[in-house]
């Protein structure tokens, strides 16, 4: 899986070397200090987590990620040296990071959810997308071995191993806004993409809807902006009855019961 350097590097700074890999990496670190997936899968079983058939068609970044992200829920604070500290009341002033660490991706994204909730109340910010585009890159990319392109990739964020492009949109619908209309779609008559992926979330961020959609078709229903030099397309309901649809919701929050 290719990773954008600004992301390996939020990584490094905020998970690398947290207590828990610092607890897992040398348990499945080779003596040549490559990934040993074979010690990885034996770590997973102890916790109960046989994936060893399911992710055998990963590359090993992508098993260690996927294994990783369940073994960090499954596994108590107290087998790698650290007390599981809930999140702290908004209240507080300032939110210790071993607190977040402790927390679930679902819970942060359902924290940063209600933050932009209220921050769009009082007119701070004025969108309240964000972050879940990259969440459903990756809940995409986990469901079904994509591999991610790196952020300066033109016109798809994934590919699968047959060599199809992907490209992914999401949108999350609040009560202060329930549109479905997705971020633009650029150079759509160019065809830089196969297959459109996309994913709709409540307002904490859980799948409510997910497809992928063909190419063909999505131009005749999409509206152009000059303006924006793109395509705009609305997820309705509908889609989910065109031609060469694929309903992917069990699938996406499968991969979301894994991260």
Request: aromatic share 8%; net charge positive; with cysteine.
């Amino acid at each position: 899986m290719e990773i954008s350097r600004e992301r390996r590097e939020r990584w490094e700074r905020l998970t690398k070397n947290d207590p828990f890999n610092q607890w897992l990496r040398p348990q499945v670190t080779a003596p040549d200090g490559t990934l040993d997936l074979d010690a990885l899968h034996t770590v997973a079983q102890r916790y109960g987590i046989d994936r060893r058939e399911q992710y055998a068609h990963l590359n090993p970044g992508q098993v260690r990620m996927n294994l990783g992200n369940m073994l960090r829920k499954a596994v108590p604070p107290s087998d790698y040296g650290t007390v599981a500290t809930p999140i702290a009341p908004i209240s507080q002033h300032e939110a210790a990071p071993d607190q977040f660490a402790a927390a679930s991706v679902r819970d942060l994204l359902k924290l940063h959810g209600a933050v932009l909730d209220e921050l769009r109340r009082r007119e701070v910010v004025r969108t309240s997308n964000s972050p879940v585009g990259d969440y459903a890159e990756l809940l995409f990319a986990t469901a079904f071995g994509w591999d991610l392109e790196s952020s300066s990739a033109a016109g798809h964020d994934a590919t699968d191993k047959d060599g199809l492009r992907y490209q992914v949109k999401t949108r999350r619908l609040t009560k202060a806004n329930g549109s479905r209309q997705l971020s633009f779609l650029r150079r759509l008559p160019e065809k830089k993409f196969d297959f459109l992926a996309a994913a709709l979330f409540d307002g904490s961020c859980q799948v409510q809807r997910a497809i992928i959609l063909p190419h063909e078709g999505l131009e005749a229903r999409c509206r152009y902006s000059k303006h924006a030099n793109g395509w705009l397309f609305r997820l309705e309901d509908s889609c989910w009855d065109m031609a060469g649809a694929r309903d992917v919701t069990r699938e996406i929050r499968a991969a979301a019961e894994t991260i």
